[in-house]
């Protein structure tokens, strides 16, 4: 017989909470990842917003002679378009001549020295199409700005001789201005923003990585003990449960530490005013939303960090652990790409489902909160069914690790790991 929480299983704990929290490694991840999180957040917005080069030449040719002075009109007027970062040459051509002087300025968009070449075809008057040529079509810093330019050229061209004042075609031209309102329990609105998705961006990428991580971590020890031989000393004073028990509770001490110190900024940004971000970037999370998250976490790494001491004990190498160890990977990972599928539509189907079911819903759930509004009853129903599944995996984990640990030279096959778990 063997009491899982007896001194030996509580000298172990110690002994690998401070193997793992007194590392160089450890404070260093922890103090910096955030750091490093933030940084590239700053750096993708960076990315986003940079347009490139200055003095980016573009040229619109249409068809029709009358749209130029329209053309030159709105460039000139544009307010948005950066004059020392874009200059746009206008001119009239019919569609042949247009065909030879794309082949004539072929060589110049390649070099890079025209950076695109916009062509308005004569059509019907309600007609809108246009063409682009450029070395790199997708480049949006240029096509969005310049579509805008020529659509407001083109509306005057439709209301030109017709009893329309200047102040609607500014009217006609402008787009829609969208504001987004969150409707909940309360009786106040909150505005919608940027802020709840990088905020799910951040807790997914959080949890994958964690999950990733500290999973490998455990896998990784537990092989090197079976190599070094040391864990054939360590049972000869503890059972094999007991050093499982201790290693996966020290490590999930160690990981929730981690998690805990991790979500102190957003704690600090959410629920005090010391730090104050741009509108369209703050967001709201709760004390309930960050218990949760935590002891969802908990959970999730006891969980995974059993699936990845077993695989550890089966196998005798690092390659072969990495190898066996891959559909854990793909339990982690395959939830972390349903959560990018919640930034166009919160509520699909999909998220909703994969939020409620083992494994998937560690992460999902975490995420999907911090977009909408969640019923009470999905979240305790996850909660349970994260519960059910850490029972379930530990009823045949145990008995792997007890078997395996022990087991060297010749690679199991899955019939006998089965046995063992079933045994």
Not at 18 to 42: D, E, R, S
Not at 92 to 109: E, R, V, W
Not at 245 to 260: D, N, P, R, V, W
Request: aromatic share 12%; proline share 3%; with cysteine.
């Amino acid at each position: 017989m063997f009491n899982l929480f007896s001194f030996r299983t509580m000298a172990i704990i110690k002994r690998e909470l401070k193997a793992q929290v007194m590392t160089k490694m450890f404070i260093f991840t922890t103090i910096f990842i955030p750091m490093i999180m933030f940084g590239l957040i700053g750096l993708q917005t960076y990315m986003m917003s940079y347009e490139g080069k200055k003095d980016t030449l573009v040229e619109i040719v249409a068809q029709n002679e009358a749209f130029v002075p329209l053309l030159k009109k709105a460039y000139e007027t544009d307010d948005e378009i950066n004059r020392n970062r874009f200059k746009v040459n206008v001119s009239s051509k019919n569609s042949d001549d247009f065909k030879n002087y794309l082949q004539s300025q072929k060589k110049s968009i390649l070099s890079g020295q025209l950076n695109g070449l916009f062509f308005i075809p004569e059509g019907d008057k309600f007609d809108k199409k246009i063409e682009y040529y450029s070395k790199n079509p997708k480049n949006n810093s240029i096509t969005l700005k310049i579509r805008k330019l020529i659509n407001g050229a083109l509306v005057e061209a439709h209301f030109s001789g017709t009893p329309v004042s200047e102040q609607d075609i500014q009217f006609a031209r402008k787009g829609t201005e969208l504001a987004n309102f969150k409707v909940t329990e309360k009786d106040e609105l909150e505005k919608d923003n940027y802020g709840a998705y990088i905020l799910a961006g951040i807790l997914a990428f959080l949890l994958y990585m964690s999950l990733i991580m500290i999973g490998m971590q455990m896998l990784r020890a537990v092989v090197e003990e079976k190599e070094n031989r040391v864990v054939e000393v360590l049972l000869s004073s503890v059972h094999a449960t007991e050093l499982m028990t201790a290693k996966i509770i020290a490590t999930t001490c160690a990981g929730l530490l981690q998690i805990m110190i991790w979500m102190l900024p957003f704690l600090v940004v959410s629920l005090t005013s010391i730090l104050v971000l741009p509108e369209k970037f703050q967001f709201t999370i709760t004390l309930f939303q960050i218990i949760y998250f935590v002891i969802n976490y908990g959970i999730g790494l006891i969980t995974f960090l059993g699936l990845y001491a077993a695989v550890g004990a089966i196998f005798d190498n690092m390659t072969e652990a990495q190898q066996g160890a891959m559909p854990i990977m793909f339990l982690i990972l395959v939830p972390f790409y349903i959560c990018f599928s919640m930034m166009n539509n919160p509520t699909n189907t999909i998220a909703e489902v994969s939020s409620m079911v083992p494994f998937a819903s560690i992460i999902v759930m975490p995420v999907r909160m911090a977009i909408v509004d969640v019923p009470l009853w999905q979240v305790a129903f996850a909660s349970l069914i994260n519960l059910g599944t850490l029972a379930f995996i530990f009823s045949f984990v145990g008995k792997i690790y007890r078997v395996g640990i022990l087991k060297t030279g010749k690679r199991p096959q899955w019939k006998e790991i089965y046995r063992w778990a079933r045994d």
